[in-house]
Nanobody
């Protein structure tokens, strides 16, 4: 059974950085489109970043709100998908969820098609 587990959330001041990780167990992340979503209080869940690396194919995707500040990457040794968040702003405060979808399709469809979810990790940015 494939499971996702996030770690690394916490509190940081505006302008600071934070790195969160997602460990996939039960399979290798190279079979999946892996993504990060977030949901702020009173707002809908939104896609933040996605990545797929299968064979010779690699693709990444970012939402307009985080492009240039966040970076998604894969850690082969730990079998984790990491999200490096820089220049954090108050509006980045949210619960961040790791998500996965088998195959590459979801990574080419914006942020649709993910069907596996982690429990979430809280990220709080204060000014």
């Amino acid at each position: 059974q494939v499971q996702l587990a996030e770690s690394g959330g916490g509190s940081v001041q505006a302008g600071g950085s934070l790195r969160i990780s997602c460990k996939l167990s039960g399979n290798t992340y190279r079979n999946y489109c892996m993504g990060w979503f977030r949901q702020a209080p009173g707002k809908e869940r939104e896609g933040v970043a996605g990545i797929y690396t299968g064979g010779s194919v690699k693709t990444t995707r970012y939402s307009d709100s985080v492009r240039g500040r966040f970076a998604i990457s894969l850690n082969d040794l730990e079998n984790t998908v990491d999200l490096q968040m820089n220049s954090l702003q108050d509006e980045d405060t949210a619960i961040y969820y790791c998500a996965a979808a088998l195959g590459s399709g979801a990574c080419y469809r914006g942020f649709d098609g993910y069907n596996l979810w982690g429990q979430g990790t809280q990220v709080t940015v204060s000014s």
